[in-house]
C-alpha cells in the first residue's frame, strides 16, 4: 500500500512550486522531500514532475493526480484539526487568514501579549475562505463575502478601506494636483500617465478598479514595478519617487511623517468593507474576541 506521507509531499510541492518550499511546509529536509516523490512516481509509475532549476512543473498525470486526492487529504487535514490531541490540548490555538500586509501591521505588534496560541496564514481571499468554510481556518479578514447556502460561515463587517492615490514625497505632483482641482479627468490622465507607477501582485484589483471608476476605462498601462505586497510598495516610495495606489490605513503613518504624500482619494470613492469571517461552530471565541477586539480597536 501506498505510504500516506508520499501524498502528503506530493501535494505540497505542486502547491508550493519548488521542494524547498515543500519541505520548510512539511517541517522536512529537502532530501526527504525528494526521496517521498521519488518514492510515489516509482509507486505509481508515472513521472509526476518536470524538474527544472527554478520550478517542479506538474505533468498532466501530476495535474491528474491531484486532482483526484485534493479532497481527500483535505477531509484528512479537517479530521486531524478536530481530533488531534498534544500535550499543548489545554492552550487554546487559533487559526486566522489574512493579507501579510495586515497581520504585519494590525496583528504583528500584538502577539507577544496573547494567551493562546496562533497560526497565521496568508494567501488569496478566496483561497483563505475555501480553508475556512473546511475547517482549516477559524478566521479570516477579508474584503469579499461569499453568500453560501447552509454554510457554517458568518461574516461580520468592520471597517473599510479606501484606495488613494499616494506619491514619494520626491515626486513632482504640481501638475497633477492643478488638474485635480480643475477637475480636468483627460488631462489628470495623460499626466499620471507620464510618472513611475508602483503596484501589488497580489493587489492589482485594487488598481485597476479605482482606475475604472474614476477614468470610466480600463487602465492602459501595466506598471513599471509589480511587487510582491503593498509594504514594499510604501518602502520604496519612503522618501523615494513613483506613483502608487494603496489602501489607506496601510499607509496613514508615512503620510503623517511626511515620507509619502496622499494625492488624491478620487472623485469616486473606491472602497472596500473588511469583514471578520468566522466560523459558527469555533469553539474558542473568548480568543476570536481578542483577536477581533485588536482590529476594532486600530481601524476606528
Same mark, same amino acid.
Given at each position: 500500500m501506498v505510504n500516506l506521507e508520499w501524498y502528503r509531499t506530493f501535494k505540497e510541492i505542486y502547491e508550493n512550486g519548488t521542494l524547498t518550499k515543500a519541505s520548510i511546509a512539511l517541517y522536512a529536509s529537502q532530501p526527504g522531500v525528494s526521496v517521498h516523490l521519488n518514492a510515489l512516481e516509482a509507486y505509481v509509475g508515472k513521472k509526476l514532475f518536470e524538474r527544472t532549476s527554478r520550478k517542479m512543473i506538474p505533468t498532466e498525470d501530476g495535474k491528474f493526480l491531484y486532482e483526484y486526492i485534493i479532497e481527500s487529504l483535505k477531509k484528512l487535514e479537517i479530521a486531524e484539526q478536530h481530533f488531534k490531541k498534544t500535550t499543548q490540548e489545554k492552550n487554546p490555538s487559533l487559526n486566522i487568514g489574512m493579507c501579510s500586509e495586515m497581520f504585519q501591521l494590525i496583528i504583528e505588534p500584538e502577539i507577544p501579549k496573547l494567551d493562546f496560541d496562533l497560526v497565521a496564514r496568508f494567501g488569496a481571499h478566496t483561497d483563505l475562505i475555501k480553508d475556512l468554510n473546511n475547517g482549516i481556518l477559524d478566521l479570516v479578514i477579508t474584503p469579499k463575502k461569499q453568500n453560501k447556502k447552509k454554510s457554517l460561515v458568518e461574516y461580520i463587517p468592520f471597517s473599510k478601506e479606501r484606495i488613494v492615490l499616494i506619491a514619494g514625497n520626491k515626486t513632482d505632483t504640481t501638475k497633477i494636483q492643478k488638474h485635480i482641482n480643475s477637475n480636468n479627468i483627460n488631462k489628470l490622465e495623460d499626466e499620471l500617465l507620464q510618472n513611475v507607477w508602483y503596484s501589488s501582485s497580489?493587489?492589482?484589483?485594487?488598481?485597476?478598479?479605482?482606475?475604472?471608476?474614476?477614468?470610466?476605462?480600463?487602465?492602459?498601462?501595466?506598471?513599471?514595478?509589480?511587487?510582491?505586497?503593498? &509594504?514594499?510598495?510604501?518602502?520604496?516610495?519612503?522618501?523615494?519617487?513613483?506613483?502608487?495606489?494603496?489602501?489607506?490605513?496601510?499607509?496613514?503613518?508615512?503620510?503623517?511623517?511626511?515620507?509619502?504624500?496622499?494625492?488624491?482619494?478620487?472623485?469616486?470613492? &473606491?472602497?472596500?468593507t473588511l469583514y471578520f469571517a468566522s466560523r459558527t461552530d469555533l469553539k474558542y471565541k473568548k480568543e476570536l474576541d481578542t483577536i477581533k477586539t485588536i482590529f476594532t480597536s486600530k481601524m476606528k
Amino acid at each position: 500500500m501506498v505510504n500516506l506521507e508520499w501524498y502528503r509531499t506530493f501535494k505540497e510541492i505542486y502547491e508550493n512550486g519548488t521542494l524547498t518550499k515543500a519541505s520548510i511546509a512539511l517541517y522536512a529536509s529537502q532530501p526527504g522531500v525528494s526521496v517521498h516523490l521519488n518514492a510515489l512516481e516509482a509507486y505509481v509509475g508515472k513521472k509526476l514532475f518536470e524538474r527544472t532549476s527554478r520550478k517542479m512543473i506538474p505533468t498532466e498525470d501530476g495535474k491528474f493526480l491531484y486532482e483526484y486526492i485534493i479532497e481527500s487529504l483535505k477531509k484528512l487535514e479537517i479530521a486531524e484539526q478536530h481530533f488531534k490531541k498534544t500535550t499543548q490540548e489545554k492552550n487554546p490555538s487559533l487559526n486566522i487568514g489574512m493579507c501579510s500586509e495586515m497581520f504585519q501591521l494590525i496583528i504583528e505588534p500584538e502577539i507577544p501579549k496573547l494567551d493562546f496560541d496562533l497560526v497565521a496564514r496568508f494567501g488569496a481571499h478566496t483561497d483563505l475562505i475555501k480553508d475556512l468554510n473546511n475547517g482549516i481556518l477559524d478566521l479570516v479578514i477579508t474584503p469579499k463575502k461569499q453568500n453560501k447556502k447552509k454554510s457554517l460561515v458568518e461574516y461580520i463587517p468592520f471597517s473599510k478601506e479606501r484606495i488613494v492615490l499616494i506619491a514619494g514625497n520626491k515626486t513632482d505632483t504640481t501638475k497633477i494636483q492643478k488638474h485635480i482641482n480643475s477637475n480636468n479627468i483627460n488631462k489628470l490622465e495623460d499626466e499620471l500617465l507620464q510618472n513611475v507607477w508602483y503596484s501589488s501582485s497580489n493587489e492589482m484589483e485594487h488598481f485597476r478598479r479605482f482606475w475604472f471608476e474614476n477614468f470610466n476605462k480600463k487602465p492602459a498601462f501595466k506598471p513599471n514595478y509589480i511587487l510582491p505586497n503593498i &509594504t514594499s510598495i510604501i518602502r520604496c516610495l519612503n522618501n523615494g519617487n513613483g506613483l502608487a495606489l494603496v489602501p489607506d490605513f496601510l499607509c496613514q503613518e508615512q503620510i503623517l511623517r511626511n515620507e509619502i504624500n496622499l494625492v488624491w482619494e478620487g472623485n469616486v470613492k &473606491t472602497e472596500n468593507t473588511l469583514y471578520f469571517a468566522s466560523r459558527t461552530d469555533l469553539k474558542y471565541k473568548k480568543e476570536l474576541d481578542t483577536i477581533k477586539t485588536i482590529f476594532t480597536s486600530k481601524m476606528k
